[in-house]
């Protein structure tokens, strides 16, 4: 028993030395030869990324291997080339399947290990999307005021509508006031409002959008025109239906937050 901790002891296995280390076939530490692979693979050196990908897989570390390239794809190819993203995504989760089906101690052919290294290595990239995240956890950790989230649904209207218990409660009101019924006007918001796009892009001339528009009755080329942020602005009350709304909030007199039926025609339904 002593000297199988003095063994484990040499190998940092336990018995009190320091903590294992794995490393490859040649002798290289695991952490750097899978380092390694990321940084070959960012400064695009195709030959020396596949050496360090092979070295893994003959190792025994191929899942490992799948694992991080679908982490590098996200964050150094990204936004340059999203398809390259899906690309690398369905090749190792494909491998990482198959490798499951044939069981612990058999593993698939790498090819697809071997095609995502090619494609990480040859695309362009890009990191704004890993610079995103780190900007906004080091912004939340610092309460920056950018990461507000109550101003941010306060300054956008258009957040609080049918899908939300504030929006229905509003939405009641408004139909009451309005001599409409709720579903009109959740369609009608919905429609003018809340499905507004940027950019929206024409595929074949939007034929279902613009017989959406017909059958609505709304303004469907405004949701062409290059909708801006701050545009989404709320059909104005008139005087008569601000004093209607206002009374029925004072008094209590709006639709609980649990309902979603609609108002009949001139009542709170």
């Known amino acids: 028993m002593e000297q199988f901790r003095m063994m484990a002891a040499a190998n940092g296995r336990g018995g009190g030395g320091a903590p294992y280390k794995p490393k490859t076939l040649s002798g290289v530490p695991y952490d750097e030869c899978i380092s ?8 695009g050196k195709e030959k020396e990324a596949l050496v360090l990908m ?7 570390y191929p899942a490992a291997v799948a694992r991080r390239l679908m982490i590098i794809a996200v964050e150094d190819i990204g936004l ?5 993203v899906s690309q690398v995504y369905t090749l190792c989760m494909g491998y990482l399947v198959l490798k499951k089906d044939m069981g612990a101690n058999r593993d698939p052919e790498p090819l697809a290990l071997y095609m995502s290294v090619m494609l990480l290595a040859r695309s362009p990239k890009n990191r704004e999307t890993d610079d995103a995240q780190i900007w906004l956890l080091s912004a939340r950790q ?5 990461i507000d989230v109550q101003k941010i649904i306060d300054d956008n209207p258009c957040i609080p509508d049918r899908h ?5 409660a509003r939405l009641r009101n408004l139909a009451v006031a309005r001599g ?3 579903a009109e006007e959740a369609d009608r918001e919905f429609l003018e409002e809340g499905s507004l796009l940027y950019p929206h892009v024409q595929v074949e001339g939007n034929k279902w959008g613009r017989l959406v528009g017909e059958m609505f009755h709304y303004d469907y080329e405004r949701n062409l025109r290059g909708f801006q942020s701050g545009e989404e602005k709320p059909k104005p009350l008139s005087p008569e239906e601000t004093e209607i709304v206002a009374e029925l909030v004072s008094a209590g007199e709006f639709v609980s937050t649990d309902s979603n039926q609609a108002a009949s025609k001139g009542g709170r339904g």
């Open 54 to 60: 092979q070295e893994l897989c003959s190792s025994g």
């Open 142 to 146: 610092k309460n920056l005021p950018e």
């Open 180 to 182: 409409t019924t709720y």
């Open 36 to 43: 390694g692979l990321q940084k070959m693979i960012r400064r």
């Open 80 to 84: 340059a080339k999203p398809e390259v």
């Open 164 to 168: 939300t218990d504030r929006g229905k």
